[in-house]
């Protein structure tokens, strides 16, 4: 994956996409980024890819500012920070504790010894089933089942209802 150029052709949800572009990003102190316009014939989203030891692959779609409740432009530009919570298709995103680019709709939560995941109204949306989670980032969560030494890992999406990238 981090041969990714223009014109490169993969298939994700049921379609096949194409890079279109290529943005580089230069966050200062020699750290760099890179983020792949793509394009499916039907959807343009963004491929992010960041490998720090550990793969994650991110497919983000951009939003029209209109169609966020709040008046986030407006907070950006005049009060020169992000929002602690947008409205957004009828959902409620917070903004993520340590990571000012990421929101968040739900937390991770400890029951019983097993983890899962609650809204922000106290709901349980995913049961309590993991013995190691992580928060979710771009829609997917690393969770782990058993330990380190004897268990297995992958991501889920918020449904529960597939895992991706099974590793042992």
């Known amino acids: 994956m981090h ?24 966050w200062g102190d020699n750290n760099f980024s890179k983020e792949y316009k793509v394009d499916s014939g039907d959807d343009v989203a963004f491929l992010g890819i960041e490998d720090d030891g550990e793969l994650t692959i991110t497919l ?26 947008i409205h957004y298709d009828s959902k409620v995103f917070y903004l993520h504790a340590y990571s000012a680019g990421y929101f968040r709709d739900c937390v ?29 980032e771009g829609g997917l969560a690393k969770v782990r089942v058993g330990s380190y030494k004897n268990g297995t890992s992958g991501y889920i999406d918020k449904t529960c209802k597939y895992y991706l990238v099974f590793l042992t």
């Open 3 to 26: 041969s990714v150029e223009s014109n490169l052709i993969f298939d994700y949800d049921m379609k096949s996409w194409v890079v279109k572009e290529v943005y580089e990003y230069d």
């Open 108 to 136: 991770k939560e400890s029951k019983d010894g097993k983890w899962g995941f609650i809204d922000t109204d106290g709901k349980v949306i995913i049961t309590f089933q993991y013995d190691i989670p992580s928060d979710f």
């Open 60 to 85: 983000a779609k951009s939003i029209k500012l209109r169609k966020i409740e709040e008046n986030v432009f407006k907070q950006i530009t005049e009060e020169k920070k992000a929002p602690d919570k």
